[in-house]
């Protein structure tokens, strides 16, 4: 085994109700490592969380932690601790006693007790808040007083279930830069689970993307971003146009009844495949210098840029640009070599990728609630 992998999954299955959350699972986790499972509702990341705590056992498979077999360790025993959505803290006591509660278990004495205590309160931004009730604070220090109590043990590893999920948008966003400054200076390994894109792109040096109980791809964000490898990733991490398309030859590639110049090879000749092509990849251009025309169907200012969507031979495209366009306006769209991702084929083509239905209103819609999870 590799000496640095702290966790490995081998094969884990799982089932509720006869229904297959889990289906032969492997993963390995690093010692120190941020790892984020991202997917949406029911995909099986909670599930996986709960296993590698031992709050519930793989029907088929096995769990390693430092190369030993743990599939039957109690949650106590295992060198791991939670940090849940709902914080959980206890109401009657303060910030000090509620990070001092795993301590005074184990009999800690008292002055280790309290310089450990002083310790994990100045690392979450809390010193000065030891007496204060924990009633009375606010979401996100309540947070805080959670991810400290989680630490103070020095557990090897932290499990952190939607941490930031009942935080407003600005408080999320400052936990995030907290959370993997938290991480970077405890060199705890951190096994994040999210359904936000943004967030486990900000704050991974891992990203796990899962879906009907599959990991679908395992990479860094940039690569994740970047190379996606099915139609299901494309989607999910941030927006994509995915459109249908043909392997002419290697560099070769057709689509929109167009042939382009690309960076991909190794397809065979005629090959159907999915093409992807972020919004933001696109540059809008005068009719006569595109590689294709189209016409503006509807425009969204979003502060630093415009959110257009574009009629392009009855396919809807998303483009992200800084220059106005109006609404009911023919436009030339210009795509470089490099801006062009081919893939595979598989069970997620046809899916997604096309923006005729699309509107603010239908993506809130569709972000999964904490109930819905599995």
């Not at 889990?22 to 490592?33: A, Q, Y």
């Not at 769990?63 to 959980?88: C, E, M, S, W």
């Not at 002055?111 to 979401?139: A, I, P, W, Y």
């Not at 689509?255 to 690309?262: E, S």
Request: hydrophobic share 40%.
């Amino acid at each position: 085994m590799n000496k640095d992998i702290l966790i490995q999954l081998r094969g884990i299955s799982k089932s509720f109700d006869g229904e297959t959350i889990l289906d032969n699972v492997s993963l390995d986790i690093h010692d120190k490592e941020f790892i984020t499972l991202l997917g949406p509702s029911g995909c099986g990341k909670t599930t996986t969380l709960r296993i590698i705590g031992g709050f519930e056992t793989p029907d088929n498979g096995e769990v390693f932690f430092d190369g030993k077999k743990i599939n039957d360790l109690p949650p106590h025993k295992r060198l791991v601790n939670t940090v849940f959505q709902k914080y959980a803290l206890f109401p009657h006591l303060n910030v000090y006693e509620n990070v001092a509660f795993g301590l005074r278990l184990k009999k800690t004495p008292k002055e280790e007790l309290d310089q450990k205590v002083k310790e994990m309160l100045r690392l979450v931004n809390l010193s000065g808040f030891e007496k204060r009730h924990v009633t009375t604070l606010s979401g996100g220090q309540q947070q805080r007083v959670a991810i400290a109590r989680a630490l103070v043990n020095h557990p090897r590893v932290l499990l952190l279930d939607e941490p930031l999920g009942a935080l407003d948008l600005k408080l999320r966003k400052d936990m995030q830069g907290e959370l993997k400054k938290i991480q970077r200076q405890t060199g705890i390994t951190f096994i994040y689970v999210t359904h936000d894109q943004e967030e486990a792109l900000s704050m991974s040096d891992t990203v796990v993307v899962m879906a009907n109980g599959h990991i679908q791809q395992i990479g860094t964000p940039v690569d994740i971003y970047n190379e996606p490898v099915n139609a299901f990733v494309a989607d999910f991490i941030g927006e994509s146009n995915i459109i249908d398309g043909v392997m002419l030859a290697d560099l070769k590639v057709k689509f929109a009844r167009h042939t382009f110049t690309c960076v991909d090879k190794g397809f065979a000749p005629g090959e159907a495949v999915d093409i992807v092509i972020r919004p933001e990849d696109v540059d809008v251009v005068p009719v006569n210098s595109g590689n294709l025309n189209g016409v503006v169907s509807s425009v969204t200012f979003k502060g630093d840029y415009y959110e257009i969507i574009v009629d392009v031979d009855g396919f809807k495209w998303m483009l992200e640009t800084s220059d106005f366009v109006a609404e009911g306006e023919t436009i030339g769209l210009y795509i470089e070599p490099d801006a062009i991702h081919v893939m595979k084929k598989s069970e997620f083509s046809g899916m997604f990728g096309d923006y005729s239905t699309f509107s603010d209103e239908m993506e809130h819609l569709s972000d999964p609630t904490e109930e819905d999870e599995e």
